[in-house]
């Protein structure tokens, strides 16, 4: 499952986009740019899917032509940046109109900065796997990181055993989150069906930094605004991704240590992850390949308009989801993605030739 706005809840959203990709050496943390799909570049490393939308929601998705036409993508020239927005003047019965884009080509391993998801360009779901990077819907208020497979992939809870609350235990967590299921398969069967395996952000953190070969440690508690209306008021955040043979693992940063300026980030030196996926029982390079990065709005539909009645029914006086989509295109003024950046990096492969 993606994201799925349904309510005005979820308003704009800036995230700066960083794609690290590792396709040989595990050990090595030395990563350089392969493909920088930021600003100008990115539009054209896209197409615009104009089909039904695959998750029953209530949308209408706009081919290129029809999406600059009604002003839903475009280039923001003060900020460097893009932005994919909804039709918000429109009562429409059919669906509110928005854009879908998924790009033209596939990557495998790496590092990516979340704002979307990533869906396999040469298998059908499940089999081909998916991993979203930020997950929820109506009003939920923090992120939740879930990657979607079938049978035989189950992840680890490493953050288990740890012994105490102290900078040492923090130190060496494998992530800061936690972990809702550990099932990676859509259709388990002793977990909810689609689910996946999933790690849920912390609503508040201990923000840990270790540098140098000997081991500096600094420490401080921390907001985590990480999904919906705080995340928005936070102006968004830098996430990135780091896809291995091993592992996948998503870091939010709250210092310098990456921008979107970035050309040769180390993760070595970043805090610890807010999730990290591994274990002996999955494959991460069977289970995960060849990927396609996708930017899309939905609403209502499987999920959101399933569990309208939670919360918003109450909220905002209407019965249904899509009534209330319909009816209220102001409320969707600022339901739109900007992304400051989308680069992918890969590791450094050094070839020694020996003469004797």
Sequence with gaps: M???????AMLATLLSLVVLSSAHDDNSTQYTLTDDLSYKNFFSAFDFFDG???TQGFVQYQNQTSAVDKNLVGYLEDTQSVFMGVDYTTKDPAGRASVRLESKKSWNQGLYLPANWLLSSSAAWPQGSEIDFLEGVNDYDSNTVTLHTTKGCMVDNSTSSSSGSGMSDHLNLPFSGTMATGDCDIAP???DKKVGCSIHAPKALFVTTQTGSGGTATA????YPSYGTDFNKAGGGVYTMEWTSTSISFTKHFDSNISTTTTSPDPSIWSTPMARFDGADCDFTERFENLKIIFNTAFCGEWAGKEWDKSCAKKTGVSTCEAYVCD???AFTEAYWEAAGLKWFQKVICIYDFIF
């Design 2 to 8: 993606r994201s799925t706005i349904s309510t005005a």
């Design 328 to 330: 209220n295109p102001a």
């Design 189 to 191: 069967p002793n977990q």
């Design 52 to 54: 039904p939308d695959p």
């Design 220 to 223: 401080q508690d921390f907001a």
